[in-house]
């Protein structure tokens, strides 16, 4: 069988048709959140469920988000030495956890693939983290940020079906009220970067209903499967949009 993912800005309603694909679908389904969020996270590490109970007993603030708005990011002087290890050391391990993380999910999907299923992805670290750990080389990328990213570019696996669900900023913003509308359209144009070098990569307008929306990506899905089923394994070399 094959992997899906959807991906697409905060308020695109990813986590809902990921969901309703399942049951929309004439085919046996999975459906793994692939994003860095815990409390949607259906599998984990052992190490990041421990991590999460502790900090989420404690008080302390989760980082729920997707890779840090590169404006934000602070770059440590070369001569503040210490800060500057410490940091690297911080986020050196972060990062190795994380990289655990997202191997333990592909294993997972991997297992699912074999067991027969059709794989659907809600977000996918790829996609996330292209901006801010593959293709931005600004100063305030740590070694842990670089090394992340180019096992994400040439070492991970990715989907053979990408859905973005799209919708402009201005609606995204109206559903959710998070952000600013400023960076919600910074999110979508890096997502639509991405049309020109997915292989398989539909868009699908957002600001539909949700029922219309699940049908439009239940449908393309089957498309893509029944075209996967008549090549008997062979990828084809044209693009879906």
């Not at 070694?143 to 900023?169: E, K, Q």
């Amino acid at each position: 069988m094959f992997t899906i993912t959807l991906i697409g800005p905060d308020g695109t309603g990813k986590s809902t048709i990921s969901k309703r694909l399942q049951s929309s679908l004439p085919v046996p389904t999975k459906y793994i959140y692939m994003g860095i969020n815990l409390e949607a996270s259906n599998f984990m590490l052992p190490t990041t469920w421990l991590w999460y109970k502790i900090k989420r007993a404690s008080g302390r603030e989760l980082d729920m988000g997707g890779p840090p708005d590169p404006s934000r990011i602070q770059s440590i002087p070369n001569k503040n030495f210490l800060k500057r290890i410490a940091r690297e050391i911080k986020s050196g391990l972060r990062m190795a956890n994380l990289i655990a993380e997202e191997w333990f999910r592909q294993l997972i999907a991997w297992y699912f693939q074999v067991c027969g299923f059709v794989v659907i992805f809600d977000r996918h670290f790829y996609f996330d983290y292209y901006k801010h750990h593959i293709a931005d080389i600004n100063a305030g990328r740590t070694i842990g940020d670089r090394v992340h990213g180019l096992m994400l570019n040439h070492i991970f696996p990715r989907p053979d079906l990408v859905i973005f669900l799209d919708a402009p900023a201005e609606v995204l913003f109206s559903r959710k009220g998070e952000g600013t509308v400023e960076l919600l359209e910074q999110r979508r144009q890096e997502y639509l970067r991405f049309q020109d070098d997915v292989e398989s990569f539909i868009i699908v307008d957002t600001t539909q209903s949700m029922d219309e929306v699940a049908r439009q990506v239940t449908n393309q899905v089957m498309d893509f499967y029944l075209m996967k089923k008549s090549a008997v394994g062979s990828p084809s070399k044209s693009r879906v949009k």
